[in-house]
């Protein structure tokens, strides 16, 4: 029987013909990605270990990514046990280089291969067709010490693409709309595959901002099919593939989805869960406090491209803040080349360094009691960003920005 | 722990891991310390509520959301004996059984019980509640291991005879 291309991926990894959804494999991994979030529990579970060691310490990135720069001295000494920890064991470490699926993105994954990381958002790398899921510090400290650890092989839901997106509607309100139909839990334990003609029309960006979102429907990974665009994306970031893998002609799929690209809309999630999606018109007029865009989702050159072009020559409206966040060092310093950020601060934004920021909720841009907050983070959870009380809305960097410079919610065609 | 009874505490659906334990706490030095803001976006008063050996039955996705560990570990440090839910978020799962605090999905408990009744569990086996029994999914024999240790460290520890 043929196979999906996570199940061809698991099979490399555990070393065998082939395998079936429901069946438990123990895998090798290719590489395991820790930020700052739970590394500090790690390293005390570790310290903890009889024998404790790592297996092969070339599979290991470390990222300092949710609280950068520092924020208190609690996470400074929570930094500072990861960084000194890295650096007596030789583990690559980023900090400052930006949030962790994009420095992993332009730095290290590549095509078929299995990457355990500790943050949910990690079935980012789906993208250019890694296996990548997210697990807790156990897991990952389980991986550390045996280069292993033990995969059940999910089901896989198809979303076979066709036509093109709109002018002024974007990969994020795609994903937002697919997670609206099927639900937030409705590709639990499941992998979520994207092809089809569609997928053409998609670029790395586009790719990554899918990929990353599929946790938010529940998704044990995400994964694209590998085409040109894969290709001249890790050549052009000196990688090449370790396995280029298609699902067979036969292979099973749980479900499969049609999707025209054509027929999406502008998308916003309402609060407080990610798929309470709504055409994006419907909350136009909405009260907001704060604009983000920036995160791992949506914080890339081509968002931020869109949003210095809808702002370029206006204001942020004077009762709003507007937070600018690169996803990583690499955007930070290409949006300067394009003289992107000039136009954000010229508009009045706040145009911080590449983190986690807002999305996290924890060092920047918390909102208080009863705010409104637009966003193009990854999730809109109740009290999520800051005061418990607090209201996020998702969308992509169009509707974000011109909210900003609207003072409510509002989309990019009511911007002249 | 093959069989016991407590005291339900009965959530909704979708209960995400920010509810759990929201990320301004997740700075506390301990679980213990980050306890007793527990659930505190939903129901601040819960985690003072609840007692050693009570249950949580919620709705569907439970545990959906981040990959912090934190929000299991907290439940079982507040004294939860087990939750039961129509389905779970499955970083959350993993992140349980590795932390020794057992899961059972059931979707049909939640719609048939209030709070405060008392159920029994029997592991692998069935719930009881009101004298009527639902039966329940057998986790695999190395999961139900890995519990009984108290989770996956411990487990392993134990297999490589370590003294933990």
Redesign the interface.
């Given at each position: 029987m043929g196979m999906t291309i996570a199940e061809k991926i698991i099979a490399a990894a555990a070393g065998v013909e082939s395998v079936k959804p429901g069946d438990i494999h123990t895998v090798e991994l290719d590489r395991l990605m820790s930020n700052d979030g739970p590394t500090h529990l790690t390293i005390d579970m570790y310290n903890n270990l009889k024998n404790p060691r790592i297996v092969d310490v070339s599979k290991l990135v470390w990222i300092v990514d949710h609280n950068v720069p520092c924020d208190s001295v609690k996470t400074a000494a929570s930094h500072k046990k990861m960084r000194d920890f890295a650096k007596a064991h030789g583990i690559k470490f980023y900090e400052g280089a930006g949030v962790c699926h994009q420095v992993m993105m332009e730095n290290h994954v590549t095509s078929g291969e299995l990457i355990f990381g500790a943050d949910s958002h990690t079935c980012a790398y789906g993208a250019v067709g890694a296996f990548g899921t997210g697990v807790g510090c156990t897991d990952y400290l389980y991986a550390m010490v045996t280069g292993k650890s033990w995969l059940l092989v999910p089901e896989t839901l198809k979303f076979n693409l066709t036509g093109k997106l709109n002018d002024g509607v974007y990969a994020r309100d795609l994903i937002l709309s697919i997670i609206g139909m099927i639900g937030a839990n409705g590709a639990n334990y499941m992998a979520m595959e994207f092809g089809g003609d569609g997928l053409k029309t998609l670029n790395m960006s586009d790719r990554i901002a899918i990929c990353n979102l599929c946790v938010e429907a529940g998704a044990k990974t995400a994964l694209m099919e590998v085409d040109e665009i894969t290709l001249d994306y890790l050549k052009a970031h000196g990688r090449a593939p370790k396995h280029v893998f298609q699902s067979d002609a036969d292979a099973q799929f749980a479900k499969v989805y049609d999707i025209d690209l054509s027929a999406i809309k502008p998308i916003v999630a309402k609060p407080h869960f990610v798929d309470s999606v709504v055409d994006a018109k419907e909350c136009v007029g909405t009260h907001i406090d704060e604009a983000f865009l920036g995160s791992c989702n949506n914080g890339r050159i081509e968002d931020l491209r869109v949003g210095a072009e809808l702002i370029k020559g206006k204001k942020v409206h004077p009762l709003v803040r507007f937070l600018v966040v690169p996803a990583s060092a690499e955007v930070y310093r290409q949006a300067l080349a394009e003289g992107i950020i000039d136009t954000f601060m010229e508009a009045g934004a706040i145009v911080m360094n590449a983190n986690c920021s807002v999305c996290w909720g924890s060092c920047q841009g918390v909102i208080g009691e009863g705010e409104v907050l637009i966003s193009t983070g990854t999730r809109n959870f109740k009290g999520r960003p800051g005061h418990k009380p607090s209201f996020v809305y998702l969308a992509s960097a169009a509707p974000v920005t011109a909210s900003a410079i609207k003072g409510e919610i509002a989309t990019a065609d009511m911007i002249s | 722990m093959d069989k016991f009874t407590g005291k339900i505490w009965v959530l909704g659906d979708?209960i995400?891991?920010?509810?759990i334990i929201?990320?301004?706490y997740?700075?506390l030095?301990t679980v213990q310390d980050m306890a007793p803001y527990a659930f505190?976006?939903?129901r601040p008063e819960l985690a003072g509520q609840i007692k050693e050996g009570d249950i949580i039955v919620a709705g569907?996705?439970f545990g959906?959301?981040?990959?912090?560990?934190?929000a299991p570990e907290i439940i079982k440090a507040l004294g939860i004996k087990c939750v039961i839910a129509k389905?779970f978020?499955?970083?959350f799962f993993?992140?349980s059984i590795?932390?020794g605090l057992l899961l059972i999905e059931n979707d049909k408990l939640q719609g048939d019980v209030k709070e405060g009744d008392e159920i029994t569990v029997a592991i692998n086996e069935f719930i009881e509640c009101h004298g009527k029994q639902y039966p329940v999914t057998s986790l695999?024999q190395n999961l139900v291991d890995i519990l009984n240790a108290g989770?996956?460290?411990k487990a392993?520890?134990r297999r490589n005879n370590?003294?933990v």
């Open positions: - | 979708d995400d891991t920010d509810i929201p990320t301004e997740l700075a030095k505190s976006p939903l569907k996705n959906c959301g981040s990959s912090r560990e934190q389905s978020a499955r970083i993993r992140n590795n932390n695999p989770g996956l460290v392993m520890q370590l003294k």
